[in-house]
C-alpha cells in the first residue's frame, strides 16, 4: 500500500538553514493532510495539519505547502534547529472516516 | 497539557496468549484510535471507536483484536491469541472531535514482544 509516500529516507541540513520534507499520495479522496514529528521510543507528535481547501498553513517556523493537482505536499521549517532532529510522518485523511494513512518517514538530521 | 498516556511500555509475551494493552485518552476527546508499528515498516491503522462502537477498522484488525472503552477513562485494545507477526509498537491516540479538528493526538506507545 502506497497511497502516502515520503521518497527521501533521510535528510541532512545545516542549523539555521531551511529543512524541506516531501510527501506524495495517489488517493484523490485524502482532503486531510498532517505531519507528525516522531523521536526514538515516543509516540509520534502533531506539528501542523492543512486541509485540501487550502495551499499553504504556516505556524511559527512550521509552513506546510499543498499541491492538489500534484498530489504533493512539503514540510518547510526555517530555521532549522539542533533539536528539530527526529523521523517526520505525513498522514493523510479521506472524507470518508477517520483513518490516518501514513508515509514512510523521512530522517531529519539538523547539524550544529 | 494533557497528553494521551498508555500502560504498559513494554509487554513480553509467549505465543497464543492473550495481552490487553490500556490507554488513557485526553479527557474531552471522543474519538479514539489504534495503530501499531512494526519494526522498519510505516505506521498502520487498526480501529477507531466513537460513542462506545467500532467506527472504522483495517484488514489487520481481525477477529483476533477487540476494543473496549471499559469506563471513562480507559480504552484498551485486546489480542486474544498472540502471533509472532504480532510483535509492534502500538500507539492509542485521541481527537477532539471528527468535523473541523482533525488532529489526533498519540500516546509514547507500548512495545508488544512475542515469543
Known amino acids: 500500500d502506497q497511497q502516502v509516500k515520503q521518497n527521501s529516507p533521510s535528510l541532512s541540513v545545516q542549523e539555521g538553514r531551511i529543512s524541506i520534507l516531501n510527501c506524495d499520495y495517489t488517493n484523490s479522496m485524502f482532503d486531510y493532510f498532517l505531519w507528525y514529528k516522531k523521536y526514538p521510543a515516543e509516540g509520534p507528535t502533531f506539528l501542523i495539519s492543512i486541509s485540501s481547501i487550502k495551499d499553504k498553513n504556516e505556524d511559527g517556523r512550521f509552513t506546510v505547502f499543498l499541491n492538489k493537482s500534484a498530489k504533493h505536499l512539503s514540510l518547510h521549517i526555517v530555521p532549522s534547529q539542533p533539536g528539530d532532529s527526529a523521523v517526520y510522518f505525513c498522514?493523510?485523511?479521506?472524507?470518508?472516516?477517520?483513518?490516518?494513512?501514513f508515509g514512510g518517514g523521512t530522517r531529519l538530521m539538523v547539524k550544529p | 497539557e494533557p497528553e494521551v498516556t498508555q500502560t504498559p511500555s513494554h509487554q513480553v509475551t509467549q505465543m497464543g496468549q492473550e495481552v490487553i494493552l490500556r490507554c488513557v485518552p485526553i479527557s474531552n476527546h471522543l474519538y479514539f484510535y489504534w495503530y501499531r508499528q512494526i519494526l522498519g515498516q510505516k505506521v498502520e491503522f487498526l480501529v477507531s471507536f466513537y460513542n462506545n462502537e467500532i467506527s472504522e477498522k483495517s484488514e489487520i484488525f481481525d477477529d483476533q483484536f477487540s476494543v473496549e472503552r471499559p469506563d471513562g477513562s480507559n480504552f484498551t485494545l485486546k489480542i486474544r491469541s498472540t502471533k509472532l507477526e504480532d510483535s509492534a509498537m502500538y500507539f492509542c491516540?485521541?481527537?477532539?472531535?471528527?468535523?473541523?479538528?482533525?488532529?489526533?493526538?498519540f500516546g509514547p506507545g507500548t512495545r508488544l514482544t512475542v515469543l
Open positions: 491516540a485521541s481527537s477532539e472531535k471528527l468535523a473541523g479538528a482533525y488532529e489526533q493526538f
Open positions: 498522514a493523510a485523511m479521506g472524507n470518508a472516516g477517520n483513518m490516518l494513512t
